[in-house]
């Protein structure tokens, strides 16, 4: 119930993962119907190739229904509304999680070489004397128009 907000969080995750464990006992029909349920919303995490919103909707109607057993075989009196509704979880928290996760995959694409950082030139820095200005511009023309080669020094061979 705690973590039904965060859905990402290690500590949904490991939640999600421990109800076969915590509400182990096949022969207890009410635990039967809990890991039945447990294992209709296992499979619906996986992409069905559906649109988001049709997946998210059902997602949310048997996850309410399987923390809705929970709640009852535990002696809570939650109704499925207040599962599903009865939340706080501010959008700054969804907005900082959003942000982690586009420059968690940006720098990541960075590191890969699948992307690189866009560089543009906006001014040079300014020449306090201006046949300096001029030299640079006619060395580079030159060399741009291949009547010059750029001068290399390295390490002897």
């Known amino acids: 119930m705690a973590t039904r907000a965060n859905l990402l969080s290690p500590?949904?995750?490991e939640a999600i993962n421990a109800i076969p464990v915590d509400f182990y006992g096949p022969r207890d029909r009410?635990?039967?119907a809990?890991?039945?349920k447990w294992h209709e919303y296992l499979n619906w995490l996986n992409p069905?190739?559906?649109?988001?919103?049709?997946?998210?909707?059902t997602r949310l109607s048997i996850f309410t229904d399987l923390l809705h057993l929970i709640s009852q075989y535990l002696g809570y009196t939650f109704n499925r509304t207040?599962?599903?509704n009865d939340i706080?979880?501010?959008t700054g928290l969804s907005d900082a999680a959003q942000d982690t996760d586009t420059i968690r995959k940006g720098v990541a694409r960075l590191l890969t070489g699948e992307t690189a950082i866009p560089m543009e030139v906006r001014e040079f820095p300014a020449m306090e004397d201006h046949d300096?200005?001029?030299r640079l511009r006619t060395l580079m023309l030159e060399w741009f128009e291949g009547q010059?080669?750029?001068k290399f020094e390295g390490p002897e061979a």
């Open 11 to 13: 500590a949904h995750v």
């Open 30 to 32: 009410h635990l039967k």
């Open 34 to 36: 809990i890991n039945d």
């Open 48 to 57: 069905k190739g559906l649109s988001n919103e049709v997946w998210n909707t």
């Open 82 to 84: 207040e599962i599903e």
């Open 88 to 90: 706080y979880h501010p």
């Open 132 to 134: 300096d200005v001029v």
């Open 148 to 150: 010059r080669a750029v």
